[in-house]
């Protein structure tokens, strides 16, 4: 397969507002102050924290409640798979609340 050439949108590329004649290499441009605050958003949120950390729970949860590893693990499973299971749910309540307020 070749090298695929990409187009410039006229339609685009006119509807976009120049930011105090920043450009993206300067690191005065807005949108790089967008990413820093999502990666912040991103490293610090509920499912990074949790999933991340929660090896350093296991020997308290075990010492707590007299569960084995395979308890505290399945517990973790558990909690994943809910996750995983009500997130398509939850961002389509969040979508349409939204649409309405």
């Known amino acids: 397969m070749g090298h695929r050439e990409f187009r410039r949108f006229p339609m685009y ?5 120049e930011l105090g004649g920043s450009t993206e290499s300067s690191l005065r441009y807005r949108g790089w ?11 610090t ?5 949790f ?11 075990q010492q707590e409640f007299g569960w084995n ?23 389509g309540c969040s979508i349409a609340l939204s649409r309405e307020s």
Not at 33 to 43: D, F, N
Not at 51 to 61: A, D, E, G, N, Q
Not at 81 to 91: N, Q
């Open 45 to 49: 949120g509920f499912a990074a924290v």
């Open 13 to 17: 590329s006119s509807s976009i507002p």
């Open 51 to 61: 999933i991340y950390s929660f090896t350093l729970m296991v020997k308290p949860l």
């Open 69 to 91: 590893r395979e308890q505290v693990s399945r517990c973790f499973t558990l909690a994943a798979m809910s996750v995983a299971i009500c997130s398509p749910f939850v961002g």
């Open 33 to 43: 102050r967008i990413v820093l605050v999502s990666h912040l958003c991103v490293l």
